[in-house]
């Protein structure tokens, strides 16, 4: 399960694995892939660079990389009091009554309210760049397109390879005109923000879009089968999210989460802009569909549907509140039927990597045959 970019980096398999949690990052790139750090979460740089700290201690040597949030173009000067203060009243209290129909208790005295602000503010993602430029990653991903020109440079002139997500062949040919290194071709299936094409249709058009920058293929794959048939279509790697919730070195914040994505099949997500203000794959629930209800507000534009919604969704997940209980997640959550840790995902997937390719070879040899 090796390409040019996995040989490049050094690592076994050509599976990256996106997780905002690290032990599953460490556990990644322990098992032969290369785990890659989601950064949102961090708003304060010595909260980075303690999780760093323990990568670094942890992934023997092996080599990983952080994924960030970060727009294109230089936003400055804009804070979060600024953001808030564009929060319509009336999306506050729908908020409210949401909260209240179905009896959410409100955050004792004292509580951390929660995730408040996202990377994509210049002052945060740069401070989370400047902690991570200390250590020795070696690949930036961002997932909001081309970081600005400026942190592609610093990239390149310490050895780091510059990723960026696309949910189209155009949104691709620009990343390459930006100079990013890889693309990551993200498909409709994909949890988290996707756009609105199929993996099976969107990676072998990224591919041809961008040749010969190397491709990984997101969304829906979470078998071995799936990583060969993405190797089939061009990709050079794939990049998975999901697969890892559910690994018994996952911290996800509640026991009852984690069963209902033990419970879910693929047909329970939905597109929405519940959480973030775009659309963002993740298991429907009552809170999803009353964002999406016509009769209700409609969600507010990214960052303020983010802002307006933190502590409601710190509510929810501390009180375990079920209804409403959700996370970003792709449609391959309907084969996440048990906990198992990185490890066993991993020989898992080389499994059934290892029988498709022979599968294939036997119906190739039987076609040279005839």
Not at 61 to 67: I, M, R, V
Not at 269 to 289: C, H, M
Request: net charge negative; glycine share 10%; proline share 6%.
């Amino acid at each position: 399960m090796q390409t040019e970019l996995s040989r490049k980096l050094g690592v076994e398999y050509a599976v990256f694995g996106f997780t905002p949690f690290p032990a599953v990052a460490a556990a990644i790139s322990r098992a032969g892939g290369f785990g890659v750090l989601g950064a949102v979460r961090y708003t304060a740089p010595d909260d980075l660079k303690r999780d760093l700290d323990w990568i670094e201690a942890h992934v023997d040597g092996k080599p990983y990389g952080l994924d960030v949030v970060m727009p294109a173009k230089k936003v400055e000067g804009v804070t979060e009091a600024d953001v808030e203060a564009m929060i319509p009243e009336g999306h506050r209290q729908f908020v409210k009554d949401t909260l209240a129909k179905f009896g959410v208790p409100e955050l004792a005295e004292g509580d951390p309210s929660g995730w408040r602000i996202t990377g994509w503010m210049e002052q945060v993602a740069r401070t989370q760049l400047d902690v991570a430029f200390d250590y020795p990653i070696r690949l930036l991903a961002n997932a909001l397109g081309s970081p600005p020109a400026d942190v592609i440079d610093r990239a390149h002139d310490q050895d780091v390879l510059v990723a960026a997500l696309a949910g189209s062949a155009r949104h691709a040919r620009k990343h390459a005109d930006a100079g990013i290194d890889i693309v990551v071709a993200q498909g409709y299936e994909a949890g988290g923000h996707t756009g609105e094409i199929a993996s099976m249709v969107l990676t072998p058009e990224v591919v041809d879009a961008v040749a010969p920058l190397p491709v990984l293929a997101a969304g829906g794959i979470g078998s071995g089968q799936q990583i060969a048939a993405a190797f089939a279509l061009g990709a050079q790697g794939v990049w998975l999210g999901s697969l890892w919730l559910t690994t018994t070195e996952a911290e996800l914040p509640s026991p009852r989460l984690i069963e209902k994505l033990l419970a879910a099949g693929s047909g329970d997500t939905v597109r929405s802009r519940a959480l973030t203000g775009k659309p963002a794959r993740q298991l429907r629930t009552e809170w999803t569909d009353a964002w999406d209800d016509p009769q209700g507000p409609g969600a507010l534009p990214m960052p303020l549907q983010g802002l307006l919604v933190a502590d409601a969704v710190s509510r929810i997940q501390k009180y375990e509140v079920e209804p409403l209980l959700g996370t970003p997640v792709g449609q391959i959550v309907g084969r996440m039927t048990s906990e198992r840790s990185v490890q066993a995902v991993f020989d898992d997937l080389t499994r059934g990597f290892e029988q498709a390719v022979d599968r294939v070879n036997r119906i190739a040899g039987r076609s040279e045959e005839q």
